[in-house]
């Protein structure tokens, strides 16, 4: 007979670093790197706990579900709180250039781009991704910024202003149909930004 004290059942032991400070940072870019690597369906909680070196239940805990934890790694990519200021800040005029520049420079950007790669690919394929996408990036980006602006129909305008945007990103960035995959981003820039400022004030 062993004289082993018996296993403890419940929550792993963890080390002190993993519930630390950085934590929740940790989740939060593993979490951005795995649905990167494996899309929504392959992408679970307990694998992104395993990738960020703490148990599943610390995933929960700072983020909630699966979708939760994919709305973050969304966030963290597009910044909301940030370029909002930035795109509001200076007034109506120039607006949809600015909107357009930021857009695209978040594409353009690598280590922004292979994310969102993964969420639109995600989103074109799985129901509960795009549930995601389309709540973020109208709720948390264009509904606030048109709503901001004071102008008619915000929710319209909004839709209209993101199947412009998310429309490019799909052929330039997932599809890349030429020539608009190799084009300056400049010249993309240049042609939707007014076609954006019409959507956004005009009444």
Do not use: C
């Amino acid at each position: 007979m062993s004289d082993a004290a018996p296993r403890r059942r419940g929550r792993p032991r963890r080390s002190p670093d993993d519930a630390g400070p950085g934590a929740r940072e940790r989740i939060l870019q593993a979490a951005r790197d795995e649905f990167a690597e494996r899309g929504y369906d392959k992408t679970s909680v307990r694998g992104i706990a395993k990738a960020a070196g703490v148990d599943a239940a610390l995933v929960h805990h700072y983020f909630g579900t699966k979708d939760d934890v994919f709305a973050a790694a969304i966030e963290m990519s597009f910044e909301p709180a940030l370029v909002l200021p930035a795109v509001l800040g200076q007034g109506k005029d120039g607006i949809g250039e600015r909107l357009a520049r930021y857009f695209i420079g978040v594409w353009e950007n690598p280590a922004t781009r292979a994310p969102l790669l993964a969420v639109v690919r995600s989103a074109l394929t799985n129901e509960t991704a795009a549930k995601v996408l389309r709540t973020f990036v109208l709720r948390r980006l264009l509904e606030r910024i048109a709503a901001e602006l004071d102008v008619p129909d915000p929710t319209f305008r909004a839709e209209l202003a993101a199947s412009h945007m998310v429309g490019i990103a799909i052929l330039r960035y997932v599809i890349k149909a030429e020539p608009l995959a190799s084009v300056d981003p400049e010249k993309i820039i240049e042609m939707v930004a007014p076609t954006l400022q019409r959507y956004l004030t005009e009444a």
